[in-house]
């Protein structure tokens, strides 16, 4: 049965998942790539950026695992790219360059309407401006059986977390403490919406907690 989850979602031990002034030098806001270290040394994200090798154990294992049997994502847009407002053209395609990592169709969600965009590798970008039920209605039927995978940024996936929607999340906490930016859990009281950690595995970089809807 499909699902709607998170997958290898970065975040801080104090819930912030970005911090402040995104732009297109600080894809995670300034002092926010700090998240992520975890992942980029592991064989799956070596192979994304084109190079050989990486690291095996626990953070591999997660980062392998957050792109199977994915059939579609869903993105924000500040995760498609840091341009606001209405698009001043079609040039920006994306941080990914021409070949994207989705490689599914990728919903992204929006207030300006514009036209899909094909990419290599199988990813079409597809704008969505009528809101987050839409997508994932749209998601679900272009994923075809598969599970969606809504990819960020932290607005969206607590939008979807908000109504219980999220099936289960991957997220890899980070042992730093931001003090600012996006705050996932900020307002939100998981326990309340039916959702349990039902997983913990520690490596060297990274908590890596399973949160799960239960019943």
């Known amino acids: 049965m499909s699902k709607l989850v998170v997958r290898a979602f970065s ?10 002034e995104q ?29 050989e090798g990486g690291e095996t154990g626990v953070d591999e294992d997660f980062a392998a695992r957050s792109f199977e049997n994915i059939g579609a994502w869903i993105l924000g847009r ?23 990592v989705y490689h599914t169709p990728v919903f992204v969600l929006t207030h300006h309407a514009r036209a899909p965009l094909v990419m290599q590798g199988g990813t079409t970008f597809h704008f969505v401006t009528d809101g987050i039920d839409s997508a994932l209605r749209q998601a679900r039927e272009a994923a075809d059986g598969k599970d969606v995978r809504v990819g960020g940024g932290v607005a969206t996936v607590r939008q979807y977390l908000s109504k219980g929607l999220i099936d289960e999340m991957h997220l890899a906490q980070a042992p730093v403490l931001l003090g600012s930016g996006e705050n996932l859990f900020a307002g939100l009281d998981l326990a309340v919406l039916g959702y349990a950690c039902t997983g913990q595995v520690s490596s060297a970089r990274a908590t890596h907690l399973t949160i799960t809807k239960q019943g």
Not at 23 to 50: C, D, H, I, Y
Not at 80 to 89: E, K, L, S, T, V
């Open 23 to 51: 732009s297109l030098e600080n894809p995670f806001g300034k002092g926010g790539m700090v998240l992520p270290q975890w992942a980029f040394p592991t064989r799956t994200f070596q192979k994304m950026f084109g190079k």
């Open 78 to 100: 500040n995760m498609f790219g840091p341009i606001r407002g209405p698009w001043p053209d079609d040039s920006w395609k994306g941080w990914w360059g021409d070949n994207p």
């Open 11 to 20: 975040l801080s031990v104090d819930g912030y998942g970005a911090a402040l």
